[in-house]
């Protein structure tokens, strides 16, 4: 089969590779029909090298169709269409069942001391064949795939994956509909629908924050109060439409490869210049990350309120602003989604009034075989991308 395959820093290539097959009784064979790339393979494109082997099989937004089950797979059979969540998790241990998927205690990686294995996502979490490919191996398919519906387009489903989930679960995180203001920092797929889903739940003052004109235009089509990180005194701003104090709760949709902040990227580059095992423990040991849309979150949001974080960071001894968050009381939550958590929450908004703008979510869709191409584009935030699925 095709699939793409990660060669080295901003080397993504589409390759020939083995065919998977049911290895355990719990697998399933998904012929994918559409798989996204997202913000976090990025970072593997970019920054992350070093948790990568070559010919590691990238990918972990993935929908298609059942082919084979494995003996213990009864809730999905082949013909099925179904889409897979990035994370891992079995369903029955006690971790899942605290609605904590991404902690499963059966995909746990306690080698690397982290939690439940991701599809197409470093050694870190498993390194598991991941999704961006013509056919998927599922584990843990008694319990992961989610089956949706014949009819509408896979755009309607296929964001259930990773986006969805991610962007309702920052927004759980930032308090829900029990606050009255957010901001969100970053209006990439996660930051966008992040703002639809909080104008869903019934926050009256959702505020988008980046420096991409597409991607500001976007939000502001959606209704949200946009404001240009380029700007003046994005602060000041901020404070001025939220009575003075800031808003309740903030979400960093942006992550570790944040602009604006020469350090961390001095460190990532660095760091992908050296042998994989020296870059490896330079940044389990090291502040890696770049912290400017953290530290803007700390500085915006308002005394006792609260920082969700669904950007995904990697350092180990980041210089955390410990006494601006202590002395103005906030709280943080923050974690990869756990995707079955919250589908059940999400699904009644999939349907033909489509109030999340779904449908016509992705700005681009192009065939497997161009994702090296597709991947260069979204990463340099050419052509408008800002969401790119891929056909095989």
């Not at 969100?184 to 869903?200: F, W």
């Not at 912290?291 to 920082?307: C, D, I, K, P």
């Not at 059940?344 to 033909?352: C, E, M, R, S, Y």
Request: glycine share 12%.
């Amino acid at each position: 089969m095709k699939a793409l395959t990660w060669h080295g820093r901003r080397d993504v290539r589409v390759d020939e590779v083995p065919d998977p097959t049911i290895e355990q009784p719990t697998d399933a064979i998904v012929r994918v029909t559409s798989t996204a790339i997202c913000g976090s393979d990025l970072h593997l494109y970019e920054v992350l090298g070093p948790f990568l082997d070559e010919g590691d099989i990238l990918g972990h937004e993935p929908m298609g169709i059942v082919e084979e089950v494995g003996a213990e797979v009864s809730h999905i059979a082949p013909g099925d269409r179904v889409v897979i969540p990035f994370n891992i998790s079995c369903g029955h241990c006690w971790m899942c069942g605290q609605g904590l998927q991404t902690q499963c205690e059966t995909t746990q990686n306690r080698d690397q001391e982290m939690g439940a294995s991701l599809l197409g996502y470093t050694k870190l979490y498993g390194q598991v064949p991941g999704g961006q490919a013509e056919y998927l191996r599922v584990p843990q398919a008694q319990y992961g795939p989610i089956k949706v519906p014949e009819g509408p387009s896979d755009d309607r489903f296929l964001f259930l994956s990773d986006v969805l989930p991610t962007a309702w679960q920052a927004v759980e995180y930032a308090g829900g509909e029990d606050i009255d203001s957010l901001v969100v920092l970053g209006l990439g797929p996660i930051g966008d629908m992040a703002t639809r889903i909080a104008q869903q739940r019934g926050i009256a003052n959702v505020i988008g924050v980046d420096l991409v004109p597409e991607r500001n235009a976007r939000a502001r089509a959606h209704g949200v109060d946009v404001v240009d990180l380029e700007g003046d005194d994005v602060v000041a701003e901020i404070r001025e439409k939220t009575g003075g104090r800031g808003p309740d709760a903030v979400i960093d949709a942006v992550g570790m490869e944040a602009h604006g902040a020469p350090i961390g990227k001095l460190a990532q580059n660095i760091a992908g210049l050296l042998p994989d095992a020296v870059a490896r423990k330079l940044m389990e040991n090291a502040g890696v990350d770049r912290l400017s849309a953290m530290n803007l979150a700390f500085e915006l949001v308002r005394r006792g309120g609260t920082v969700s974080l669904s950007g995904v960071y990697g350092g180990t001894a980041d210089p955390l602003p410990m006494l601006n968050i202590f002395d103005k009381q906030i709280q943080i939550r923050m974690g990869q989604a756990n995707v079955k958590r919250w589908v059940d929450d999400i699904l009644p908004l999939l349907g033909d009034d489509d109030p999340l703008g779904v449908d016509d979510f992705a700005t681009h869709r192009v065939p497997l075989a161009e994702a090296p191409r597709a991947y260069e584009m979204f990463q340099k935030k050419e052509d408008g991308a800002i969401k790119v699925v891929l056909s095989p």
